[in-house]
Every structure is written in C-alpha cells, then in structure tokens.
C-alpha cells in the first residue's frame, strides 16, 4: 500500500509544485529580475536550483540527469551572472505568492494543509537526495500557502532524486531514461525535445536499448522494454514511500482532501501543458 500511497500523492502535489514554471506572475518575476523570458529554461533552472547555491553545470547534469550537459551548460552558470541564488530564492517565493493567491484566494485557509505537508517533508531520509535536502535547508515561510508549496516541493524532490536512483539502478543513462520512457508511450517524443540531446544522440541511445531487447526498430517498447520501466516506477514508490508512511495514510488523504480545491484550480487554469514530460497515470500503480 505504501507504494500505491507514494504515487497517489505524487500525482497530488507534482502539479502545485509545477506550477511554478508555467505561471504567468513566475514569468512577470522572472524578466523583473532579468532573465530572458522567451524560453521557460533560463528562469526553470534558477527557480529550480537556486536552493542548491550558484550551482556549476556538472552538479546540475547530476541532480537533474535527463536533461544534456551541454544544454544545461547553455545557462549554468550564466543564470547566476543576471542575479544571485538568494534573490532568485526571494523571487521564487513571491512568484509562487503571487501565483496560488490568483488561483485560491482563500489561502490562507490552509494551514491544517500546511501542517500536515511540513510534517511529512520533516520526515525525509536525507541519504542520497540533494534537490531535496537543499529544499528542506531553507527557512519555512509564515505564510500556509507559501509553507505548504515549500513542503510540496520537498516531497517532489524527494520522489525525483529517489527516480535517478532507480532509473540507475536499472542500467538507464540520461538519455537512455527519456527514450525508454517515449517507448511505453509516457508521452511523445517530441516533448523531449527541450532536454537538449541531439538527433544523433537519441538515435544512439535508441539503438542502445535495442541491442539490449529493450525497444523495436520503430522506438516503441518491447515487453522487456515495458517491465524494465514498471520496474522503475515501482522502485522509485517504494523509494519515495517513506514521508507517506511516516504521516500515514489517514493524514495523507486528509493532506490530499484540503488541498484538491488548489490542485483543481491549477489543473483548470490552463497554465500546464496539455501533454508534459511526466506520463502520470501511463505506469500502474503498485498493488
């Protein structure tokens, strides 16, 4: 059950945190603090690693993985030249304010939320998990809202540093864990574009899988493909199990019923993309 728990509330806190990258006033705080905002990914990877310090390109191409060195290396550390991780971080907090006040504006109502999401992201064994460990660093904000988006990322981190450990555990490189996972379908190809590999790259990585049985002439998963993946998935419940089962399972659908109305309102904003990168609900669940 703790697995099934792990991927339930996965898919409950994955789209608040995400919104973030898509959110118009995240944009608006974005170009304030000069960053380009033609593209999502200048302003993506300092939201997102600012916790971490003025990160250098390596230490980013291993927290992150699928995403190619050399187009993280197009930004890092370039982001840290147009302002400093501590405004970025002050940024980023405004930026979700400004973003879940739009969306809910009685959020001030969550704190019972915020309670129980800070709860399970206290709970986190740090081993191996630094976007997570770097996110549980920084001070809880005052705010519910603010404290209970802070938690959700932890907890989201938590769950993807936890997914590198799995997808490296089953023999997947970078760009082998984005083709695999096109194969079963998780979502098109093309959506992996801005993960930064090359034509070239891909078609290496495709051939690789190949040779090992994994997927057909045509890219698409064979059944080993397929297992090679649901075991993946598996693992990283299992790996990302231990915050839910330290809550409970009775608090965790508490946390997952007071914060419905904000994921709904996210859901029906139109600010995601209407197809991502994450194939939630492609993978079982685990019994």
């Known amino acids: 059950m703790s697995g099934s728990l792990a991927r339930h509330m996965w898919h409950q806190i994955e789209p608040v945190h995400a919104a973030l990258y898509f959110s118009a006033e995240a944009s608006e705080e974005a170009a304030a603090l000069g960053y380009d ?61 400004r973003t879940l ?28 998990r630094p976007l997570a460990a770097a996110n549980l660093d920084l001070p809880w904000p005052d705010e519910p809202h603010l404290a209970l988006w802070q938690a959700f990322t932890v907890l989201r981190e938590h769950r ?36 930064g590999w090359t034509g070239e790259q891909w078609a290496a990585a495709q051939q690789r899988l190949a040779d090992r049985g994994l997927v057909y002439a045509d890219g698409t998963a064979t059944e080993a ?43 029906t904003s139109g600010m995601l993309p209407r197809s991502s990168t994450l194939g939630i609900g492609t993978v079982r669940a685990p019994a």
């Open 160 to 195: 993807g540093d936890g997914h590198l450990t799995a997808l490296h555990a089953a023999g997947l490189d970078p760009c082998e864990a984005l083709v695999s996972f096109a194969a079963i379908g998780a979502a098109p190809a093309a959506n992996f574009a801005g993960r």
């Open 37 to 97: 905002i033609t593209s999502r990914w200048p302003s993506y990877f300092a939201w997102r690693t600012a916790p971490l310090g003025a990160a250098g390109p390596a230490l980013v191409a291993a927290t992150y993985y699928s995403f190619s060195p050399a187009m993280i290396a197009e930004h890092v550390p370039g982001i840290w030249a147009v302002t400093a991780p501590p405004r970025v971080l002050d940024a980023r907090l405004r930026a979700v304010d």
């Open 225 to 267: 493909g397929h297992a090679l993946r649901e075991r993946v998935e598996r693992h990283t419940d299992e790996l990302a199990a231990g915050p839910w089962r330290a809550l409970g399972e009775a608090n965790a659908e508490r946390l997952a019923d007071l914060t419905r109305p904000l994921l709904g309102e996210v859901f």
């Open 101 to 128: 006040r739009t969306l809910l504006p009685s959020v001030t109502q969550l704190e019972e939320a915020a309670d129980l999401a800070i709860r399970a992201a206290q709970s986190i064994d740090l081993a191996h």
